[in-house]
């Protein structure tokens, strides 16, 4: 296989755009990946498909966690939506 992080990427380009279309809270998230990987870690048979589903979530969380305003000082809540 000459291109062995396609599916990893493709999984985690879906999570970006599930992201884009559905808000979560950050901390929802963070929680959901860090259960996802314990339950990974626990559970051999189910392995593989939930370290898909944990790529998927990294791919949500990090776009969240990028474009979330979490300061009361953050710019867009000082100035809001106006230029």
Same mark, same amino acid.
């Given at each position: !296989?000459?291109?062995?992080?396609?599916?990893?990427?493709?999984?985690?380009?879906?999570?970006?755009?599930?992201?884009c279309?559905?808000?979560?809270?950050p901390?929802?998230?963070?929680?959901?990946?860090?259960t996802?990987?314990?339950?990974?870690?626990?559970?051999?048979r !189910?392995?593989?498909p939930?370290?898909?589903?944990?790529?998927?979530?990294?791919g949500?969380?990090?776009?969240?966690l990028?474009?979330?305003?979490?300061?009361?000082?953050?710019?867009?809540?000082?100035?809001g939506?106006?230029p």
């Open positions: !296989m000459k291109r062995p992080l396609l599916p990893v990427a493709l999984l985690y380009i879906g999570g970006i755009l599930i992201a279309l559905v808000s979560l809270p901390v929802l998230l963070l929680v959901e990946a860090l996802l990987g314990i339950l990974a870690l626990a559970w051999r !189910m392995r593989l939930l370290l898909c589903v944990l790529v998927v979530v990294a949500r969380t990090n776009y969240t990028q474009t979330a305003a979490l300061s009361p000082y953050d710019l867009r809540h000082l100035l939506n106006e």
